[in-house]
C-alpha cells in the first residue's frame, strides 16, 4: 500500500505532519504530487478547536482546500495528456483508516480527474487562492451589485479583499474597512477606512445600498448597520457559530439577508480566467511563505498573526517530519 505524509489534526489544538496510507488510484483519477498549499483560518481554527459542527468532521483529520500541484500519475480511462499538468486541487477522499475533512494538506493525493482544475495562465503559488476567491465570487453574484452601487466591505482578510475587488471590476463604489492597519495596507477600495482611527460612519459619510460581513464579527456588522440604506443587503461572507443582531434596525430598513456558501460549478474557473487575465489582481495577497516542514509554525502564523493574509506551504523540497506540538 502507498503512503505519504500529511498535514493532520489529531486532536483539539494539535498539528503534525503524519503517514498515512494512500487508497489505490481509481480508472478515472489522477495523483497529484502537492506543491503548495495554505491554509484556510477561518475553516481550520474551528477545526483545530473542535468545534466543526458536522459529524462526519471527527478528530483525527487531514484538512485543506487549497492544494496547487502537478500530476505525476493518471489512471487508465484519463487521457495521458494530462500527465505533468499543473492543477488545483480542492481537497481529496484519498486514504485509508483517517478522517479526511477535505484532505488537501497531503504530499500525494489523488481525485478524479473532473475535479482537478487547471492552472492554465496562474502563477502556481497563486492558485491556492482559487477556492477563497471562488467563495467571494459567489457571494458578490449572490449580491449581484450594480454600476455605481455603494457597498461596504467590513474586514480585509483574504476573502473580504476578494470580494472588493470583484465588486469594484463590477463598477461599484466600494468602502473596504479594517482594525489592522497592515492589512489596509493591501487592501483596494474607493475608500479605506481604518477603523481604530476614524469613525467608519463619518468616513463612509453616504448611506450604502450592501454591507459585505468578511470579519465574522457580530459587533462590527451591528456598529454598520446606521450605514444601510432602506431595502439594503447584508451578505454574509465569514463562517458564524450564532448570529445576534439588533431585530430593530433590520425591521425598520426592512434589510435582506444572504448567505453564501462555499462556490458554484464554474467558479473555480472563472476566478482562474480573471486571475490569469490580470483582471482579479491577488499578487499581494500571499505574505507569508514557509517550509512544510514548519507547519505548527505556519499554523501558528495563519490563525494568530493579523498581518498574516495568507501562507503558503511549500511542499517542494520535502516534508521531513515536524515536531507535535499543541497550537
Same mark, same amino acid.
Given at each position: 500500500?502507498?503512503?505519504?505524509?500529511?498535514?493532520?489534526?489529531?486532536?483539539?489544538?494539535?498539528?503534525?505532519?503524519?503517514?498515512?496510507?494512500?487508497?489505490?488510484?481509481?480508472?478515472?483519477?489522477?495523483?497529484?504530487?502537492?506543491?503548495?498549499?495554505?491554509?484556510?483560518?477561518?475553516?481550520?481554527?474551528?477545526?483545530?478547536?473542535?468545534?466543526?459542527?458536522?459529524?462526519?468532521?471527527?478528530?483525527?483529520?487531514?484538512?485543506?482546500?487549497?492544494?496547487?500541484?502537478?500530476?505525476?500519475?493518471?489512471?487508465?480511462?484519463?487521457?495521458?495528456?494530462?500527465?505533468?499538468?499543473?492543477?488545483?486541487?480542492?481537497?481529496?477522499?484519498?486514504?485509508? *483508516?483517517?478522517?479526511?475533512?477535505? #484532505?488537501?494538506?497531503?504530499? /500525494?493525493?489523488? =481525485?478524479?480527474?473532473?475535479? $482537478?482544475?487547471? +492552472? &492554465? *495562465?496562474?502563477?502556481?503559488?497563486? #492558485?491556492?487562492?482559487?477556492? /477563497?476567491?471562488? =467563495?467571494?465570487?459567489?457571494? $458578490?453574484?449572490? +449580491? &449581484?451589485?450594480?454600476?455605481?452601487?455603494?457597498?461596504?466591505?467590513?474586514?480585509?482578510?483574504?476573502v473580504g479583499q476578494l470580494a472588493a475587488r470583484l465588486a469594484r471590476g463590477r463598477q461599484a463604489?466600494?468602502?473596504?474597512?479594517?482594525?489592522?492597519?497592515?492589512?489596509?495596507?493591501?487592501?483596494?477600495?474607493?475608500?479605506?477606512?481604518?477603523?481604530?482611527?476614524?469613525?467608519?460612519?463619518?468616513?463612509?459619510?453616504?448611506?450604502?445600498?450592501?454591507?459585505?460581513?468578511?470579519?465574522?464579527?457580530?459587533?462590527?456588522?451591528?456598529?454598520a448597520l446606521p450605514l444601510l440604506t432602506s431595502g439594503g443587503t447584508i451578505l454574509l461572507l465569514?463562517?458564524?457559530?450564532?448570529?445576534?443582531?439588533?431585530?430593530?434596525?433590520?425591521?425598520?430598513?426592512?434589510?435582506?439577508?444572504?448567505?453564501?456558501?462555499?462556490?458554484?460549478?464554474?467558479?473555480?474557473?472563472?476566478?482562474?480566467?480573471?486571475?490569469?487575465?490580470?483582471?482579479?489582481?491577488?499578487?499581494?495577497?500571499?505574505?507569508?511563505?514557509m517550509p512544510i516542514s514548519e507547519v505548527v509554525t505556519a499554523y501558528d502564523l495563519a490563525l494568530?498573526?493579523?498581518?498574516?493574509?495568507?501562507?503558503?506551504?511549500?511542499?517542494?523540497?520535502?516534508?521531513?517530519?515536524?515536531?507535535?506540538?499543541?497550537?
Open positions: 500500500m502507498r503512503h505519504t505524509q500529511a498535514v493532520v489534526i489529531a486532536k483539539p489544538g494539535q498539528v503534525e505532519l503524519q503517514d498515512v496510507a494512500l487508497r489505490p488510484c481509481g480508472p478515472t483519477e489522477v495523483v497529484v504530487q502537492t506543491a503548495y498549499t495554505s491554509i484556510s483560518a477561518g475553516t481550520e481554527r474551528m477545526l483545530l478547536a473542535g468545534q466543526m459542527p458536522h459529524p462526519m468532521l471527527t478528530l483525527p483529520v487531514i484538512p485543506g482546500y487549497e492544494t496547487v500541484g502537478r500530476i505525476v500519475e493518471v489512471g487508465p480511462d484519463v487521457s495521458p495528456e494530462w500527465t505533468d499538468r499543473w492543477v488545483y486541487v480542492g481537497g481529496a477522499q484519498c486514504y485509508e *483508516g483517517i478522517n479526511a475533512a477535505w #484532505g488537501g494538506q497531503s504530499t /500525494l493525493i489523488s =481525485t478524479d480527474v473532473q475535479r $482537478v482544475v487547471p +492552472l &492554465d *495562465g496562474v502563477r502556481p503559488q497563486q #492558485g491556492v487562492l482559487l477556492a /477563497l476567491a471562488a =467563495t467571494a465570487l459567489h457571494g $458578490v453574484d449572490l +449580491l &449581484d451589485p450594480k454600476p455605481g452601487e455603494r457597498l461596504l466591505v467590513l474586514g480585509q482578510g483574504p463604489w466600494v468602502a473596504v474597512a479594517d482594525r489592522n492597519p497592515n492589512r489596509l495596507a493591501h487592501a483596494v477600495g474607493d475608500r479605506i477606512v481604518h477603523v481604530e482611527t476614524e469613525s467608519l460612519t463619518t468616513a463612509v459619510e453616504e448611506p450604502v445600498t450592501a454591507i459585505v460581513e468578511a470579519t465574522g464579527s457580530m459587533a462590527a456588522l451591528a456598529e465569514g463562517y458564524y457559530q450564532t448570529l445576534q443582531l439588533p431585530y430593530m434596525p433590520l425591521f425598520l430598513k426592512e434589510v435582506r439577508l444572504l448567505t453564501a456558501r462555499e462556490w458554484a460549478p464554474g467558479d473555480l474557473l472563472r476566478c482562474r480566467d480573471l486571475i490569469a487575465s490580470g483582471a482579479l489582481d491577488v499578487s499581494a495577497m500571499l505574505t507569508h511563505s494568530n498573526d493579523a498581518d498574516c493574509l495568507k501562507v503558503v506551504l511549500d511542499w517542494t523540497n520535502g516534508s521531513v517530519n515536524a515536531r507535535k506540538e499543541a497550537i
